[in-house]
């Protein structure tokens, strides 16, 4: 089982950018397909970015390609989430997971498809 620690999140003005981390600890992660998600106010959780373990293949919500670029380091288990251009829509928390109850190879994208989850770290765009 791999536990998973989102770090990296913030308050910044629309245009800023910033980078989210998530540690994995724990057995396999350099197996899993990974993926973050978040969730607004209000909203369901909803998917952002994934990445296959060999990092061959990555996956992103329409609403940040362009903007946000997911990459993983398997010798030192951590997933990132590079956000550039961020917007007031962007706020939310963000949530890291871990696709580890079967092998992948695509990208997945449905919140069913991933089994274990960090607690989520908290991005606040202002206008």
């Known amino acids: 089982q791999v536990q998973l620690v989102e770090s990296g999140g913030g308050l910044v003005q629309a245009g800023a950018s910033l980078r989210l981390s998530c540690e994995a600890s724990g057995r396999g992660f350099s197996s899993f397909a990974m993926g973050w998600f978040r969730q607004a106010p209000g909203k369901e959780r909803e998917f952002v970015a994934s990445i296959t373990w060999s990092g061959f293949h990555t996956a992103y919500a329409d609403a940040v390609k362009g903007r946000f670029t997911i990459s993983r380091d398997n010798n030192n288990p951590s997933v990132f989430l590079q956000m550039n251009s961020l917007k007031s829509e962007d706020t939310a928390v963000y949530y890291c997971?871990?696709?580890?109850?079967?092998?992948?190879?695509?990208?997945?994208?449905?919140?069913?498809?991933?089994?274990?989850w960090g607690q989520g770290t908290q991005v606040t765009v202002s206008s």
């Open positions: 997971a871990a696709a580890g109850s079967r092998s992948y190879s695509y990208a997945p994208k449905q919140v069913r498809e991933f089994s274990t």
